[in-house]
């Protein structure tokens, strides 16, 4: 048994509902609190001198200055694993060139999609266990991951293989998505139907019989594919046993009714969401998550997150890390800007990054500091948690645990 503490203020998440607006005064704030961990698991939370006390624990990580724990962060919607850059796509999108333009001068997914199947499976498993240490060091103890810059059945399977092996290197938990359903790749002969058609005989079954992951995503848009073939991969995909997500309403809206429809977790974008879109997910439980990494990085409105939460959804806001559109890849500077934006309010933000998040991709063991739960722990040097997103994503925490073990600490932080 050890007892970690004491923490100036400990936040703990819990409590609170999945859906609708949330007031800061909803939130439990332990001061002087402890966390008393067996193994990697939270035994018990509360005043930390009342737990060393009853507990008598027999070890002691004392805390000699003022910390603000929160539950470890999850981003929910990630595509950390690829080769190369777009630093040229941006300079063209900076200097007004299109979408369409760029993607015609060699730039776009399909840039992205050439470079990382011509990069080496050890590359790539080093290339994203950094990108995970990155989020890791700012609290997220959680990272979604998809693939999707392979499209093809062998190059599908080596990015789900990369994730998994990545999963190895770094201190934070890699959950995969099977995003094989990104865009038609360019050098595939046929219809977008017989592409996912493709992908459901030859890549899914695979999938599951190596455990690689149980979500699959596809991106439903002009120049992605069509709400109607998105349907049919869907119900195919369910009936294999796969939890979905879908990328929806980034550019133009009606994806929202599908997502409901066919039970997806979540639906992520929402940028093109309209009052109809809403009005849908106020309806339904697919959560809404907003990536406000990619509107900064198009130059795009962000999703109406307050008009979402108002309506009654939940919401989750999630890094959309990848190289084109959102190369950011700093979870709470993004999250902090779309809170000013969309005035959020800081229990609303802290939501999305944790609890509303972990239901998100479905984990029930985290996101909430609680008896039971992993010993996820991300603690910022500061005695008032109001201070961390007033720093506007600046202030990163000085100590992060994930499964009960200090694996980020900054000590002169
Ligand atoms: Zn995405």
């Known amino acids: 048994m050890k007892?970690?503490?004491?923490?100036?203020?400990?936040?703990?998440?819990?409590?609170?509902?999945?859906?609708?607006?949330?007031?800061?005064?909803?939130?439990?704030?332990?001061?002087?609190?402890?966390?008393?961990?067996?193994g990697r698991n939270i035994l018990a939370i509360g005043n930390f001198n009342q737990l060393k006390s009853s507990y008598n624990p027999s070890e002691i990580e004392q805390l000699n200055t003022s910390y603000v724990a929160f539950p470890g962060l999850i981003d929910a919607h990630t595509h950390i694993?690829?080769?190369?850059?777009?630093?040229?796509?941006?300079?063209?999108?900076?200097?007004?060139?299109?979408?369409l333009e760029i993607a015609a001068?060699?730039?776009?997914?399909?840039?992205?999609?050439?470079?990382?199947?011509?990069?080496?499976?050890?590359?790539?498993?080093?290339?994203?266990?950094?990108?995970?240490?990155?989020?890791?060091?700012?609290?997220?103890?959680?990272?979604?991951v998809k693939s999707g810059y392979g499209l093809s059945v062998d190059q599908e399977l080596k990015l789900l293989e990369v994730i998994q092996k990545a999963n190895n290197e770094t201190s934070a938990d890699l959950i995969a998505t099977c995003l094989a359903a990104?865009?038609?790749?360019?050098?595939?002969?046929?219809?977008?139907?017989?592409?996912?058609?493709?992908?459901?005989?030859?890549?899914?079954?695979?999938?599951?019989?190596?455990?690689?992951?149980?979500?699959?995503?596809?991106?439903?848009?002009?120049?992605?594919?069509?709400?109607?073939?998105?349907?049919?991969?869907?119900l195919k995909?369910?009936?294999?046993?796969?939890?979905?997500?879908v990328h929806g309403d980034q550019f133009s809206?009606?994806?929202?009714?599908?997502?409901?429809?066919?039970?997806?977790?979540?639906?992520?974008?929402?940028?093109?969401?309209?009052?109809k879109e809403i009005s849908i997910l106020a309806k339904g439980n697919t959560i809404p998550i907003a990536l406000p990494g990619a509107s900064l990085g198009l130059g795009e409105p962000f999703a109406p997150a307050r008009k979402l939460l108002d309506s009654g959804t939940s919401l989750v806001i999630a890094s959309d890390w990848n190289p084109g559109s959102a190369p950011m890849g700093n979870l709470l500077v993004a999250a902090a800007i779309i809170g000013a934006?969309?005035?959020?309010t800081m229990a609303e933000t802290w939501a999305a990054l944790t609890f509303r998040a972990a239901s998100a991709l479905n984990l029930t063991d985290r996101g909430i500091l609680k008896s039971g739960n992993l010993a996820d722990i991300a603690a910022f040097k500061t005695d008032n948690y109001k201070e961390i997103f007033y720093q506007q994503g600046q202030l990163n925490p000085g100590k992060v645990w994930k499964n009960g073990f200090c694996v980020v600490n900054k000590k002169n932080f």
Request: with cysteine.
């Open 105 to 144: 001068q060699g730039g776009g997914i399909w840039d992205t999609v050439q470079k990382t199947r011509a990069a080496s499976v050890e590359e790539l498993i080093l290339l994203t266990a950094e990108r995970a240490n990155v989020l890791l060091k700012q609290g997220v103890t959680t990272i979604e």
């Open 341 to 344: 934006k969309e005035k959020l």
């Open 253 to 275: 809206a009606g994806v929202a009714q599908l997502a409901v429809e066919i039970g997806a977790l979540s639906i992520d974008h929402l940028e093109a969401a309209d009052e």
């Open 3 to 38: 007892l970690i503490g004491p923490f100036k203020q400990l936040l703990t998440m819990d409590g609170l509902p999945l859906k609708g607006a949330l007031s800061d005064d909803q939130l439990e704030v332990i001061p002087n609190g402890g966390i008393l961990l067996g």
């Open 237 to 245: 995909a369910k009936a294999l046993g796969f939890e979905i997500s």
């Open 182 to 234: 990104h865009i038609v790749p360019k050098d595939f002969s046929g219809s977008e139907s017989d592409y996912l058609e493709k992908m459901l005989q030859n890549l899914l079954p695979r999938v599951l019989e190596h455990e690689l992951s149980k979500r699959v995503d596809i991106f439903i848009d002009h120049g992605a594919f069509s709400v109607s073939a998105a349907k049919e991969y869907l």
């Open 81 to 99: 694993c690829w080769a190369g850059s777009r630093a040229n796509d941006y300079a063209l999108r900076l200097a007004g060139k299109t979408y």
